[in-house]
């Protein structure tokens, strides 16, 4: 079945580390979305990506990294630049179309979590 | 810029009642898609419709029906005989044609249905 993969479901972080969420995509969307969902708050876009080997910052990409190698693929890197990490995180794609325009599809989403 | 607002932060309600999800929207474009999406507890954000500014034909889907008014620049969610199976939390979203394909979400609806 065509979907959003996400992992890990529940990441444990220490202060200081890097970690990096895993998104991978089978529905041969051109974008792909990284999303900082905090409780009992709405989205909000950290970046994504519309190309391969391209990606643009959405509205809270500091002390967050991504890259897009391969079409499949979107990973998001959280640094240790990043103060206050502890959220869920939610990867998307959506077809990119001439006219018209497309929902988003959704990954089950990681939870990570700073000790 | 765009905007969504989605007024209701929590609604609480018995089995059984309808219940009624408000979208109010802001945009310059005369294109555009309107989309709900249903967060259950479990996390991934559902895709349920999308709607262009085109069409302003109500649409039904089983106990779910959209109410698309371009005069009050409203897309309203009703769920007919609400059952504790649609508690969730509910996003309106708002998506631009060609250009960006950023969508602008709301901060959601969390929707309570009490057996």
């Known amino acids: 079945d065509g979907g959003i993969t996400q992992s890990p479901k529940y990441l444990f972080r220490k202060e200081g580390q890097n970690v990096t969420l895993s998104c991978e995509q089978n529905l041969n969307h051109d974008a792909m979305y990284w999303y900082r969902q905090d409780p009992g708050q709405g989205l909000r876009l950290i970046y994504y990506s519309q190309i391969v080997n391209d990606f643009q910052k959405g509205d809270i990409a500091e002390g967050y990294s991504v890259s897009r190698e391969k079409k499949e693929s979107f990973p998001l890197t959280v640094t240790s630049a990043q103060k206050n990490p502890t959220a869920f995180y939610l990867c998307?794609?959506?077809?990119?179309?001439?006219?018209?325009?497309?929902?988003?599809?959704f990954g089950p989403g990681t939870r990570l979590t700073v000790l | 810029a765009q905007k969504v607002t989605q007024a209701q932060t929590e609604i609480s309600v018995v089995e059984k009642e309808d219940v009624t999800l408000d979208c109010v929207y802001e945009t310059r474009d005369t294109t555009y898609y309107l989309f709900w999406y249903k967060q259950p507890p479990s996390g991934e954000l559902v895709f349920l419709i999308r709607r262009n500014s085109f069409d302003e034909q109500n649409e039904i889907s089983g106990r779910y029906s959209w109410n698309f008014q371009k005069s009050t620049s409203s897309f309203n969610f009703t769920i007919t005989a609400s059952q504790v199976v649609d508690s969730a939390v509910y996003f309106c979203a708002l998506g631009p044609s060609g250009g960006s394909y950023i969508p602008t979400f709301g901060r959601g609806t969390s929707l309570i249905v009490h057996p």
């Open positions: 998307a794609s959506s077809m990119i179309r001439d006219s018209g325009y497309n929902e988003q599809f």
